[in-house]
Structures are given as C-alpha cells and as structure tokens.
C-alpha cells in the first residue's frame, strides 16, 4: 500500500488535495464502488475535501454541503452518485446506523461514498475494511497553526495519482 501524506495550509488547498484524489477515484469507480473514510476532528476540513472529491466529478462543490442532521446527500455525476455521509451526530458503534443510512444500498451501486466519522460505524466499519471494496482512509489533523496534515492510505491495488 502507498500512502501519500499533504501538508494543506488553507481550505482552497484541501479542496486541491481532495481534487486529487477525486481524480483517482472517479477511474477506480468505474468498476467498483469506492469508499472514501473521513477521519479527524470537528473542524479538521473533512466537508472541505469531499467538495474537492466533487469538484473532480463535475459536482459544483458549493453544491456539497454537510449532511450532519441529514446524514446522507446524494449528489449525481457522470458514471454513478457521490453518497455524502456524516455520522457526528450519531453514537458510536449502534448496530443500526449502517441500515439507518442504507449503507448495503449504497454499496450496491456504482460511485463513491465519502464517509465522515465512519468510526461510528462499529462493527459494520469491521466489515466494510474486511470486504472486497475499493476503501481509501483519509486522516486530516492539525499540524501546527493554519495547517493540516492530510494523510491518504488506499487500498493495497489501488495507486494515488496526484
């Protein structure tokens, strides 16, 4: 596995590094369903990279907005939907959060699903890790004033393209 990490300084350049990887993912979705796990703490500019994700299939990123009381947004490009998931607001580890959001539904149809807080997924993350899916992990965290270290690891057949 590769794994790429960033420095970003400012939203617009998180939008950049999410861009970059939209690039790879939108190839990738193709032929599979690819999953984008968002990772780091309120504020860390998570919204901000899957704007950049969209921007790179042709979504108008003001279009993407947080989904925190609606959970999920679906946003429709060329080739599949871009599922916009935020799971703050939901507690940890419910075994019922991945039917809440239809998450098997998702799965089953071509795109990418960009998950914000998927470790409130419990053991249904377990099992999203431990399938044949196309699943990126992206950590964001604060690497000194006005930055953030924007770590991506994809999946082990799958290169970054930047």
Avoid at 39 to 50: I, P
Avoid at 67 to 90: C, E, I, M
Avoid at 100 to 124: F, S, V
């Amino acid at each position: 596995m590769t794994e790429q990490a960033y420095l970003s300084h400012s939203p617009e350049e998180t939008l950049a590094i999410g861009r970059a990887l939209g690039r790879s993912l939108a190839q990738a979705a193709a032929a599979t369903t690819c999953v984008a796990l968002l990772e780091g703490e309120l504020g860390a500019g998570k919204t901000r990279f899957v704007k950049g994700l969209a921007a790179a299939l042709g979504i108008a990123p003001e279009e993407v907005t947080s989904p925190t009381f609606a959970l999920v947004q679906a946003h429709a490009f060329q080739g599949g939907t871009l599922w916009h998931v935020d799971l703050y607001r939901l507690p940890t580890g419910s075994p019922s959060i991945a039917d809440a959001i239809a998450l098997e539904d998702m799965l089953d149809q071509p795109g990418i699903i960009a998950i914000e807080w998927p470790e409130r997924l419990g053991k249904a993350l377990d099992g999203l890790m431990s399938a044949r899916r196309a699943v990126w992990r992206i950590q964001m965290e604060e690497a000194g004033e006005n930055a953030r270290r924007i770590t991506i690891r994809p999946p082990a057949d799958q290169p970054i393209e930047t």
